[in-house]
């Protein structure tokens, strides 16, 4: 089940994503021709950024929240396009040079597939840049909530509990990439707030 966002409040208390994503995208060296998909776009700031780079090309945002979609659509022209879609049910084949996510996909739980659905997405040579958060994200936080939930009076509460998201270490991450198809893995940001991970398809 896809989780919901007001993406009008979302628009105000987003500024660290929105400053990640700008930087990640000045690092993509986009030529002004390059068809985009953003992956998880939320209100469309940064996939219009991307667009206003590509006077030549088009980008793709698409978000399974509503409210977020609602507040991209006002965003766009005719080089940028916003979609209700969950990341899990991507259906393109070879459509895109890049494809871009900003702060979305540790809520992502099966990376084995989104990886499988972004190479078919992807024209030959194409590129995709993933920031989203990794292993050691939020440790101090994670280990007073496991001690609580730990304690004898909550434990029996959380007996079947699975945590909501995919933070993983980067040589697991690398390691799926190569059994994905994708290679020329480059990443940082392990045990820090993001980690971000760029591959090619072969």
Not at 63 to 86: V, W, Y
Not at 139 to 152: D, G, P
Request: with cysteine; charged share 25%; net charge neutral.
């Amino acid at each position: 089940m896809a989780l919901e966002f007001d993406g009008k409040k979302y628009e105000k208390a987003s500024a660290h994503q929105k400053e990640w994503g700008a930087r990640i995208i000045a690092e993509l060296n986009l030529k002004g021709s390059e068809r985009v998909l953003d992956l998880g776009c939320g209100d469309g700031t940064i996939t219009a950024q991307m667009a206003d780079l590509l006077p030549e090309g088009e980008v793709a945002g698409i978000d399974a929240s509503e409210g977020m979609i609602g507040a991209a659509l006002s965003k766009e022209r005719h080089n940028l396009h916003f979609r209700r879609l969950d990341i899990n049910d991507l259906d393109f084949v070879e459509q895109f040079d890049v494809v871009f996510s900003n702060a979305t996909l540790h809520w992502v739980k099966n990376h084995r597939r989104l990886l499988r659905n972004v190479r078919r997405s992807l024209r030959a040579g194409g590129i995709l840049r993933f920031n989203f958060a990794g292993e050691g994200n939020c440790y101090a936080f994670f280990s007073v909530i496991r001690e609580a939930m730990a304690q004898l009076e909550f434990r029996s509460f959380f007996a079947e509990f699975e945590w909501p998201w995919y933070m993983p270490p980067i040589d697991d991450y690398q390691t799926l990439v190569e059994s994905s198809g994708l290679y020329k893995m480059h990443g940082s940001g392990v045990k820090t707030p993001t980690g971000i991970f760029q591959t090619n398809k072969r």
